[in-house]
T-cell receptor, first 113, second 113 residues
Framework: NAGVTQTPKFQVLKTGQSMTLQCAQD?????MSWYRQDPGMGLRLIHY???????DQGEVPNGYNVSRSTTEDFPLRLLSAAPSQTSVYFC????????????FGPGTRLTVL | GENVEQHPSTLSVQEGDSAVIKCTYSDSASNYFPWYKQELGKRPQLIID?????GEKKDQRIAVTLNKTAKHFSLHITETQPEDSAVYFCAAISSGSARQLTFGSGTQLTVLP
């Protein structure tokens, strides 16, 4: 199993540009989520999904969109990037019914100029 | 919603000494408390977790204690080694929050040789 994978590893955007961060898992996990990590602030939940076709907002959803068309994939879209979105983004996944353990992807470091 | 506070933000110990990191949570419905270790440039990885129906859990040099009445839980690392140096995050999941993890702000642990 590859576990949770994310692409790209690094990305530089200009203000106003759009892009999609990719996340995939091969563990048949129902639950997937996106976090952003900023210095001194821990990890904050952006959006999450409990299954294909179901998404919901987390603590800091503004400026981000998600969709879940398959169990495996959970892309995060930035529609119009802003410098405040400079951060490290982590995708995570877990089972809903068996265990609460969440597994994180390797992260994407995003810089918005 | 849940609020998790973590102290201290930085901690330096001599190799072989013990380290203790403390967290408090606000939602009395929280029932799952994981601890993650994050090495520089890497993803967070689960090191130990505890559920609200137990008061203590140990795994070799690592232990976690939970006081439900006071709504706080702690990570204890004994016989620290240089490879224990990392950022440690506590987190909590509320029973009604569909697996949403709320993280503390992190503790930078440095083990001095």
């Amino acid at each position: 199993n590859a576990g949770v994978t994310q692409t790209p590893k690094f990305q530089v955007l200009k203000t106003g540009q759009s892009m999609t961060l990719q996340c995939a898992q091969d563990m048949n996990h129902e639950y997937m989520s996106w976090y952003r990590q900023d210095p001194g602030m821990g990890l904050r939940l952006i959006h999450y999904s409990v299954g294909a076709g179901i998404t919901d907002q987390g603590e800091v959803p503004n400026g981000y969109n998600v969709s879940r068309s398959t169990t495996e994939d959970f892309p995060l879209r930035l529609l119009s990037a802003a410098p405040s979105q400079t951060s490290v983004y982590f995708c995570a996944s877990s089972f809903l019914s068996r265990t609460d353990t969440q597994y994180f992807g390797p992260g994407t470091r995003l810089t918005v100029l | 919603g849940e609020n998790v506070e973590q102290h201290p933000s930085t901690l330096s110990v001599q190799e072989g000494d013990s380290a203790v990191i403390k967290c408090t949570y606000s939602d009395s419905a929280s029932n799952y408390f994981p601890w993650y270790k994050q090495e520089l440039g890497k993803r967070p990885q689960l090191i130990i977790d505890i559920r609200s129906n137990v008061g203590e859990k140990k795994d070799q040099r690592i232990a976690v204690t939970l006081n439900k009445t006071a709504k706080h839980f702690s990570l204890h690392i004994t016989e620290t080694q240089p490879e224990d140096s990392a950022v440690y995050f506590c987190a909590a999941i509320s029973s009604g929050s569909a697996r949403q993890l709320t993280f503390g702000s992190g503790t930078q642990l440095t083990v001095l040789p």
